[in-house]
């Protein structure tokens, strides 16, 4: 097993030896309506689908030979931060803004998800798998080994919920492409803000469900959670 050492996350243990663990009771049940944050087709000016399971292995938990990630968060305020704080300055710093055209270029869809047992990567949970809290603010490349491991346990966990790097309080969810949840279906009364729906339309086995795509600009939710990350808008 690769040694835990502080300022570098290490790689996890070889699958047969992972595959060993009893990680299905490190995981739990999630179901309800989460955040999507997805950009624009600069072609089109629309945006990209909402539903979009990805193995680029361009982020934390989407490897290449996966089965593809879907990214939520449970407010506007997490995925907000999980896409623009890695260059947001600090108070006062006009880095901490948004800009006229970002507020353009993105959109915020709700998505539904039926109850899936995911990844609880928090508390004691990511010392019992054999690595620490790196595995979610360290490097891209062995995070998404980690993925992968997780990914293809015996146990067919659904995903990762996590908590995010920039706020500790704010919940994120990796969710791995599992048969059940595609395709997609749309649903029109699925709007904004989540809190409303309770565990919304999902149901204990469905696929996902989306509701309209919000341009940020217009997101009903957008200045309360400016006001709350006390981020500008630049003019």
Known sequence: ???????????PSPKAAFDQLPLGKLCVPVKGVFYRLHA???????PW???FFSRRGST????VRGTGTLYLGSTLVGVLMEIFDDRWGPLGDSSRSLTQAE???????LVAMPTVSVFAAHGQNLSKIGTDFQVLSGDHQISRRWALRIMRHPANVGGILYPSRHDGTQRNLALFKRPGLTPSSFDATLQPPAVTHGTGPA???S????????LLRHHP???????????????
């Open 103 to 109: 507020l353009d270029q993105w959109w915020v869809t």
């Open 207 to 214: 696929p996902l469900i989306f509701g309209p795509a919000t």
């Open 40 to 46: 624009f087709d600069p072609g089109t000016r629309a």
């Open 203 to 205: 149901k204990a086995t």
């Open 49 to 51: 689908p909402p539903i």
């Open 1 to 11: 097993m690769p040694k835990k050492t502080p300022g570098k996350l290490n790689a």
């Open 221 to 235: 939710e957008l200045n309360v959670a400016l006001q709350e990350l006390e981020v500008a808008i630049l003019p």
């Open 60 to 63: 934390r938990f989407d490897p």
